[in-house]
């Protein structure tokens, strides 16, 4: 089992900006693929974006594609969501996640989950 705790959720208002960061402590997550995904109110579990394994290629969902940034820091071992122009539908739990996996946009390859942190947007 992996420790992931997600941090920076709060309550902002539509345009504003957030910055979500994710610590984690096993080192092997190093060498993980490493992804956001958000659970809506009422809706199913989704994916947000992803850095891949190897490259740390970033890829976004479409929803979010020109306002969120993911990004990683490997000496501090965090991952990082960067979230400009908060809408209303962001509205939602985000949680931060590992896989082995070069890299996926699906739930179930990911293996390690952190209990998530509440962002709530407001208009």
């Known amino acids: 089992q992996a420790q992931l705790l997600e941090s920076g959720g709060g309550f902002v208002q539509a345009g504003d900006s957030l910055s979500l960061s994710c610590s984690y402590s096993?080192?092997?997550?190093?060498?993980?693929?490493m992804a956001w995904f958000r659970q809506t109110p009422g809706n199913d579990r989704e994916f947000v974006s992803y850095?891949?394994?190897?490259?740390?290629?970033?890829h976004y969902a479409d929803f979010v594609k020109g306002r969120f940034t993911i990004s990683r820091d490997y000496d501090k071992r965090t991952l990082s969501l960067q979230m400009d122009n908060l809408q209303p539908d962001d509205t939602g739990v985000y949680y931060c996640?590992?896989?082995?996996?070069?890299?996926?946009?699906?739930?179930?390859?990911?293996?390690?989950w952190g209990p998530g942190t509440q962002v709530t947007v407001s208009s």
């Open positions: 996640a590992s896989s082995n996996r070069d890299y996926s946009t699906l739930i179930t390859d990911y293996k390690n």
């Open positions: 096993p080192r092997t997550f190093d060498y993980h693929a």
């Open positions: 850095l891949s394994r190897v490259g740390n290629t970033p």
